[in-house]
């Protein structure tokens, strides 16, 4: 098996709350700073930012899993992820059938902003991506599998827009294939509080809106490779595949 380090939470300027600096090309590059062999792109109820960053990936050595922050209608976060655009297209149709009516105030939240490889804007999204789409948790997780993507509530201990300040519980029958909790948050201390989520892979990311945090936080994937199907594998730890904290 080979080791490979991984942030699987990363804004871009899409984000209304992403920094400015945060384009695809410098999100690259910092993650070549930081020696990160994958990265997971997340922008708040947007996908559109991925297809660019898996090119870009692909030609600095980098293995970007593509997807979104969906916010489910209880202001629960979620990470999904796509194994290409295709299906990554499909899901952006779906975030906007229940896309929020609510308009963007750059003044108040920020820009939303698609860019191309040259940092020039291509886009700018009107709805408040940051707002809630009317879709429940459980719908949002059963939609991403019905894609073949990977479903992993975000930041699952944290005070605001999280699994256990929103709901108070796991529902039994969300199919989660990991959780996040918060990148200052002790493993340890945090399963033995919440003993339920023992049987979940713990990830660990950055979470990153500025571009000095991409990487402070990440996870070690053990697989054979890196694709879709092995990252998928090392979530369940499945035929040796492992992901651990760093």
Request: hydrophobic share 40%; net charge negative; aromatic share 8%.
């Given at each position: 098996m080979n080791n490979y380090r991984a942030d699987l939470h990363i804004h871009s300027v899409l984000s209304p709350c992403g920094d400015l600096e945060m384009s695809p090309v410098n999100i690259i590059k910092k993650?070549?700073?930081?020696?990160?062999?994958?990265?997971?792109?997340?922008?708040?109820n947007s996908t559109l930012h991925?297809?660019?960053?898996?090119?870009?990936?692909?030609?600095?050595?980098?293995?970007?899993l593509t997807g979104a922050e969906v916010t489910s209608k209880e202001e629960v976060h979620c990470l999904t992820f796509f194994e290409n655009d295709e299906i990554l297209g499909r899901f952006q149709v779906y975030l906007d059938s229940f896309m929020s009516t609510i308009q963007n105030d750059?003044?108040?939240?920020?820009?939303?902003?698609?860019?191309d490889k040259n940092e020039q804007i291509l886009q700018e999204i009107q709805p408040l991506l940051i707002a809630?789409?009317?879709?429940?948790?459980?719908?949002?997780?059963?939609?991403?599998?019905?894609?073949?993507g990977i479903f992993i509530p975000a930041h699952i201990n944290k005070p605001a827009n999280s699994l256990l300040s929103n709901l108070g519980f796991l529902p039994p029958e969300l199919k989660a294939d990991a959780i996040e909790i918060s990148n200052n948050s002790?493993?340890?201390?945090?399963?033995?509080?919440?003993?339920?989520?023992?049987?979940f892979t713990v990830l660990k990311n950055s979470d990153a809106h500025q571009i000095e945090f991409i990487g402070r936080h990440a996870n070690?994937?053990?697989?054979?490779?890196?694709?879709?199907?092995?990252?998928?594998?090392?979530?369940?730890?499945i035929n040796g595949r492992k992901v651990k904290n760093i």
């Open positions: 993650a070549l700073e930081q020696n990160l062999d994958i990265i997971g792109i997340t922008d708040h991925g297809p660019l960053l898996r090119v870009l990936g692909q030609k600095s050595g980098i293995f970007v750059p003044k108040l939240f920020g820009y939303q902003v698609v860019v809630a789409i009317n879709q429940s948790i459980e719908e949002i997780e059963v939609k991403v599998h019905q894609l073949g002790n493993k340890e201390i945090f399963l033995k509080d919440n003993p339920e989520f023992e049987k070690i994937f053990s697989m054979d490779t890196v694709n879709f199907n092995e990252i998928c594998q090392a979530l369940h730890h």
